[in-house]
Structures are given as structure tokens and as C-alpha cells.
């Protein structure tokens, strides 16, 4: 696989952690002095995780998405009423086109970004973060539009959760690739900041005239099949871009105690979430993307549920769980 467009500009002082880079094709899962380094950063670039005929299917099934929305916006000065299962929209700040940039529910709406939520190089890395109670929750696509892509102002995701023994993270699986026109910006070690340091820094880097300041930060370029893991609390973002497309996965893990511990979401939501993920893992273990694999040993333990035995080929009937249907 061809390199990014440029590296990852060097860490600003010696004080910042580095972006630690991992060759999945080499390992089958992330090392503790990985997770270490992660933990440390707040971000980890995991490459060449999703590759050949997977790449392939990705790109093809997900491009529908991405072409509906801006039918969609084609011609309009304020975003459509769209329901939940579709959301962002935002007038392009220098094109002033009404530009797309987020579909929810991909689970739900293509095979292959079903079946890449049980990819075994990142479950694996997933449960060494977060343990073998962990939940996939969010699973969404961000993308910039071809020509007006929409600015992410910095930010942390969501409103991270008091109660976090163990980090929540997205798993970022890039299907285009990312260089410094349209790649995402990130802010090492800032997952170790108070909310008051990071929604101060937040408001500064929003507040110039381009509306994304990026001084001091460092830009993540990814290729078509990388994958960025990165906390929910570290401050990321990326500005108004007129390149290319740039489609990303973004799929959430959380620790079931997280989650309820929190009170974000019921017990029959985690209930469901980890019955999905266990279908999923058999999917694809039976599917030729899961040929010559050995699937991640999901087993987890929390609930009254942790000793279901899903019968040979269940699926669950749908695979999009709504969040606000399952609001505690």
C-alpha cells in the first residue's frame, strides 16, 4: 500500500506524546506497549487493517450514501427535514453550498460495514483497551463532500462520561484516503485534560475567522484502509475542505459498565448490542472476508444476559437500535 500523502507533522514539544503507528498486517491485534502508548496520546494509527475485495465492498456500498445525500442538498439554502436516520448538513463556509458530511445507522444499510464491525484485528484491540465487557455503539459515516467538504470544529465527542474506568474511543476506518487538503487534526495527550482546558481550547481554536485554528496541532494523512483509534476525549477536528471525498467509518466501543453505570442507554440496549456483536462475529467467520481468520473470543460477562447462547445462524432482526429508543 502506498504511503500517505505527507507523514504526521512532528509532535509539537517534547512534552507531547507521539502518534504511535501500527502495521496490522504484521500482528493480530495491538501490544500492551501500544495500548500504553495510546492511552498516553489519545490517538493510534492502526495501518493497512481493511484491505483487497472488503476495501472494495466498502467503497462500493457506501458511495450510494454519500451520492443520495448531496441529491439531497442539490439546489437547497437550509438542510431537508431528514428523520434520524440521516443527519448533517451545513452551508460550505467558502463555496456556500449546502454540503453533506454524516449518515447514521450503516450497520443497518450495507453487508460489508456489518461484517467489518467484527473485523478480528480490532475487536481483539478493542477488548485489550476496554476488557470483554465491551459494547459497539455508535457505528455512523463522516464524510467530506467532493469539492465543499464541511469543517468539524474542534471538539471532544459527545459529553464524555464520568464514570470511565476504561477508555471510549472510536475506531475510525478510513475507505478513502486522507491527506493534509482534508485529513483530520488532532491534539495529542489532550484526553488527559479537565473539561474546563478542553472546552476553553475548543472555543479559542473555533472562534478565529477561518473558524479551525490549528496551530500546534498535529494532521493525521491516512490511506484507504487505515483505521485511527482515538479517545472521545481528545480534542480533533478537521477545516473547510474543496478536494477530494474522504469517506470514514466511525465505529464507537464502550464498556458495558460504562454505559450503565452512566445511565446512558437500558440494559436491553447493551443486551442487544452484544447479542448483534456476537452474530456478527459468526457471520463473518462463515463469510469469504473471514477466510483464513481467527475471530476475536467474545464472551462478555455483565448483565444477567452473559450466558447466551445465540442457536447456529440466529441474526438479529434488525441492526440498527435507535439511541433514543433506548433512553434510560
Not at 96 to 103: I, S, V
Not at 106 to 119: D, E, G, N, T, Y
Not at 175 to 182: E, F, H, K, R, Y
Request: net charge neutral; charged share 20%.
Amino acid at each position: 500500500m502506498n504511503a500517505p500523502a505527507q507523514a504526521p507533522a512532528q509532535t509539537p514539544d517534547s512534552s507531547t506524546p507521539p502518534i504511535v503507528e501500527v502495521d496490522a498486517s504484521r500482528q493480530d491485534q495491538i501490544t500492551e506497549a501500544q495500548a500504553a502508548a495510546y492511552h498516553k496520546a489519545g490517538l493510534l494509527i492502526l495501518r493497512n487493517v481493511v484491505r483487497g475485495e472488503e476495501l472494495v465492498a466498502l467503497q462500493r456500498e457506501t458511495l450510494p450514501f454519500v451520492e443520495n445525500a448531496l441529491r439531497q442538498c442539490e439546489g437547497r439554502d437550509e438542510a431537508p427535514t431528514w428523520d434520524t436516520h440521516f443527519i448533517g448538513a451545513m452551508k460550505h463556509g467558502q463555496t456556500g453550498k449546502l454540503t453533506p458530511f454524516r449518515q447514521e445507522y450503516v450497520a443497518q444499510r450495507s453487508a460489508a460495514c456489518r461484517l467489518l464491525m467484527a473485523h478480528p484485528f480490532i475487536l481483539k484491540s478493542v477488548q485489550r483497551l476496554q476488557g470483554s465487557d465491551f459494547t459497539a455503539t455508535w457505528d455512523s459515516m463522516v464524510f467530506k463532500s467532493p469539492g465543499h467538504g464541511a469543517i468539524i470544529p474542534w471538539h471532544r465527542d459527545g459529553n464524555p462520561p464520568d464514570y470511565q474506568p476504561t477508555p471510549v474511543f472510536n475506531v475510525d476506518f478510513y475507505l478513502d484516503q486522507a491527506d493534509v487538503s482534508n485529513c483530520v487534526w488532532g491534539i495529542p495527550g489532550s484526553n488527559q485534560w479537565t473539561p474546563d482546558e478542553a472546552n476553553s481550547e475548543c472555543r479559542r481554536r473555533n472562534s478565529v475567522p477561518s473558524g479551525f485554528d490549528a496551530t500546534g496541532a498535529i494532521p493525521v494523512p491516512m490511506n484507504a484502509g487505515d483505521v485511527l483509534l482515538h479517545d472521545v476525549k481528545t480534542l480533533h477536528g478537521s477545516p473547510w475542505a474543496q478536494s477530494k471525498l474522504r469517506r470514514v467509518l466511525y465505529y464507537e466501543f464502550r464498556a458495558a459498565d460504562v454505559i450503565l453505570k452512566n445511565n446512558l442507554r437500558t440494559p436491553a440496549y447493551v443486551k442487544r448490542k452484544q447479542m448483534m456483536l456476537k452474530s456478527l462475529i459468526a457471520q463473518r467467520a462463515a463469510a469469504p472476508v473471514g477466510r483464513g481468520e481467527t475471530p476475536c473470543a467474545y464472551a462478555p460477562k455483565a448483565g444477567d444476559w452473559n450466558q447466551i447462547e445465540l442457536p447456529a445462524g440466529w441474526e438479529p432482526a434488525t441492526y440498527q437500535y435507535t439511541h433514543e429508543d433506548y433512553m434510560p
